[in-house]
């Protein structure tokens, strides 16, 4: 069964740092557009940091330019997601989500909701 497992959430002061892991089984990341996207309670979902295309062009939001790296291990089949200088902000649940299209750049896609898959998410708290 293909899925995506992400993982490294959890609690951190501002100005902390985490790194989110998104590890895929049954197929591999290599031949897929990525994504990190996160949702706040009351807010739509966003997209954080995007990789596509076999050059690997990353993407990132506005609010997290400088601060956030999105990154691939193809011998772990994971893509990461360094977040430094983290802010109350940044709280959300964030989700890393897979498409087979190796072109789209899923965080500037409008029907980023369909790709192919998506993980189950992982809460990110920060807060002193």
């Known amino acids: 069964q293909a899925l995506l497992v992400e993982s490294g959430g959890g609690l951190v002061q501002p100005g902390g740092s985490l790194t989110l892991s998104c590890t895929a089984s049954?197929?591999?990341?290599?031949?897929?557009?990525i994504g990190w996207f996160r949702q706040a309670p009351g807010k739509e979902r966003e997209g954080v940091s995007c990789?596509?295309?076999?050059?690997?062009?990353?993407d990132y939001a506005d609010s997290v330019k400088g601060r956030f790296k999105i990154s691939r291990d193809s011998t772990k089949n994971t893509v990461y997601l360094q977040m430094n200088s983290l802010k109350p902000e940044d709280t959300a649940i964030y989700y890393c989500?897979?498409?087979?299209?190796?072109?789209?750049?899923?965080?500037?896609?409008?029907?980023?909701?369909?790709?192919?898959?998506w993980g189950q998410g992982t809460q990110v708290t920060v807060s002193s």
């Open positions: 989500a897979a498409d087979s299209a190796l072109l789209r750049n899923l965080c500037t896609d409008n029907d980023s909701g369909n790709a192919r898959y």
């Open positions: 049954g197929f591999s990341l290599d031949s897929y557009a």
């Open positions: 990789l596509y295309s076999i050059l690997d062009i990353v």
